[in-house]
């Protein structure tokens, strides 16, 4: 299995608050992912990140902020949580980005905004 | 709208029966995978089709690209508990890397 936690892996907060989720990788793979998991919609991506400060928008973006200091690590912000982002969020990994590379996924974070 | 559709949503079967899932799109894509989630985990990759016309098999699991790149179908033969989980496809659009997957397959089979 790809060395890839995610932290927490369950939160509960309230709207209006600042909430970060951790990715940590021990793979040293180039490419990090952020998604969110709803039911009906599969799998969207947020944010991806392919180096250390170098970080692009997803189709799902407004809202989330992130930040990759290390290569081993990609942070996920939401700078004032609203119930529209509770969700599964998944971090995944990969060694590039070259066509039909596979992409490894963590446990996930099952975030609640009330 | 969703780039990817697959169907059916959900699909509950008895073992030992045979089934095909089906992942649809009006675009092409350069590749697609397949990967399936057991709940409470992350997906995991279970194959890449990346020629028009292609089929891979894994064991029981057959996979086939469509001809125009446009769609893809999963066929378990034999079902087993084993491979209860939610099955998903995502495609990479040509000239786009970024991966989009499809709204999901649940599948059940009973024992």
């Known amino acids: 299995d790809a060395g890839i936690t995610q932290s927490p892996r369950h939160k509960v907060t309230e709207t209006g608050t600042p909430v970060t989720l951790r990715c940590h990788q021990t793979e040293n793979h180039r490419y990090m992912y952020w998604y969110r998991q709803d039911p009906g919609h599969g799998l969207r991506l947020i944010h991806y990140s392919y180096g250390v400060k170098d970080t692009d928008k997803g189709e799902v973006s407004d809202g989330y902020s992130v930040s990759r200091s290390k290569t081993e690590d990609f942070l996920l912000t939401l700078e004032s949580a609203t119930s529209s982002q509770t969700s599964v969020y998944f971090c995944a990994i990969s060694v590039d980005r070259a066509r039909a590379d596979t992409q490894y996924f963590g446990p996930g974070t099952r975030l609640t905004v009330l | 709208t969703q780039l990817l559709e697959q169907s059916p949503q959900f699909l509950s079967i008895q073992e030992g029966e045979n089934l095909t899932v089906y992942c649809n799109s009006s675009?092409?894509?350069?590749?697609l995978q397949w990967y399936r989630q057991e709940p409470g985990e992350g997906p995991v990759l279970l194959v890449t089709?990346?020629?028009?016309?292609e089929v891979k098999k894994l064991k029981r699991l057959t996979f086939q690209f469509g001809d125009a790149r446009k769609d893809s179908s999963l066929h378990i033969t034999a079902a087993q508990p084993g491979d209860t989980g939610l099955y998903l496809c995502a495609g990479e659009k040509i000239g786009n890397e970024k991966l989009t997957f499809g709204t999901g397959t649940r599948l059940t089979i009973i024992p």
């Open positions: 675009s092409v894509f350069s590749s």
């Open positions: 089709v990346v020629t028009g016309g």
